[in-house]
């Protein structure tokens, strides 16, 4: 019998239920949630049966959880990760860790003093086959990458058709492309080619309707010796999510869309085919959830630690600078 975890989930909006039912998937976790909203706080707690349901955070804490799901617009994150720090909650964070780098060093500080666990929610890092190409990347097979190129795109309209009306319409909110979409594919990038050290920027708001967010994105970076180039759009038809790594004696490939990895050793030859197992968005959650278990069980390292997603908040703020002045920007 597994042993289960008090897990409370703070915002059931979009994400927070999802996070929810993928942790009840789980059945490692005994769940409460919190939620300011009274009437979703109702029908989340109807229709999974939670008894523990509070409208405000304090409150909830006071419950004494062993770790907190923050799913809020990011611009709350870390007001709320710091209170639920200090009475001793473990921490899995939703992207982007937040909207500025404005009380990072005091949440840090408390996560060290209490030893607890932090993760950001970059659910990818818990995809099988990106996790397994990532594997094949840093057992040397191919050489030391020297390139990384993303291309991405999906018609966000089409599977959120409220973003209008959610904290995407508003940068201080962590809306637009660059903190909301785009933010997982540098995160991704990251973590299998090492963080962004510089970067140059072109943003722009092409199609959506309702919105005057970026759309559109494009970014040059350097992560050490090795040159990328990601590109990400928020209205095209095609559904894409494709990473291309090319190291020095083989190159490798990420398609989200045919869940599958594949990689190429010798000049115009065959691409090899890795494909992984039929999964759906859930399952990626619920791989999530079974890690962030593990890792307060003490039986793995945090998929996404706090220091890789204060990197990757880095790079978003990069972006929207490099974009702001037309100008390179170093990140330390
Ligand atoms: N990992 C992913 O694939 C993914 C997908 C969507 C969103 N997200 C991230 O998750 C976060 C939330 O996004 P969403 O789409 O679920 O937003 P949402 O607006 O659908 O839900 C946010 C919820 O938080 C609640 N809330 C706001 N303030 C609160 C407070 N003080 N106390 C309790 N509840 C509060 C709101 O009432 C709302 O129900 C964002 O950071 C977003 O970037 C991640």
Known sequence: MKERNSILIVGVGSIGERHLR?????????????????????????????????ENLDEALSS?????????????????????????????????????????????????????IASIAYVYRAHPVLTKMREAILSGRFGPPVQIVATCGQNFPFFRPAYRETYYKDRASGGGAVQDAFTHVINAGEWLVGPVNALVADIGHQVLAGVEVEDTVHVLTRHGSVMGCFSLNQHQS???????????????????????????????????????????????????????????????????????????????????????????????
């Open 238 to 332: 095609p559904n894409e999510f494709a990473i291309t790594v090319i190291c020095r004696h083989g190159t490798v490939r990420f398609e989200n869309q045919q869940n599958r990895w594949r990689w190429m050793a010798e000049p115009d030859s065959p691409w090899h085919d890795e494909v992984g197992d039929q999964l759906d968005r859930d399952t990626l959650f619920t791989l999530q959830a079974e890690a962030f278990l593990d890792s307060l069980d003490g039986h793995r390292a945090p998929l996404c630690p706090l220091e890789a997603g204060i990197q990757t908040l880095e790079v978003n703020l990069a972006i929207l600078n490099s974009a702001e002045s037309r100008q390179w920007q170093v990140i330390n």
């Open 22 to 54: 993928c942790f009840g998937a789980t059945g490692r976790a005994e769940l409460s949630i919190c939620e300011v909203n009274a009437h979703l706080r109702k029908t989340i707690a109807d229709r999974y049966e939670i008894t523990q349901a509070f």
């Open 64 to 116: 004494r959880p062993a770790a907190v799901v923050i799913c809020t617009p990011a611009h709350l994150h870390i007001a709320m990760a710091t209170a639920a720090a200090k009475v001793g909650a473990h921490l899995l964070i939703e992207k982007p860790l937040s909207t500025s780098l404005d009380g990072i060093a005091a949440l840090r500080e408390e996560i060290k003093r209490r030893t607890l």
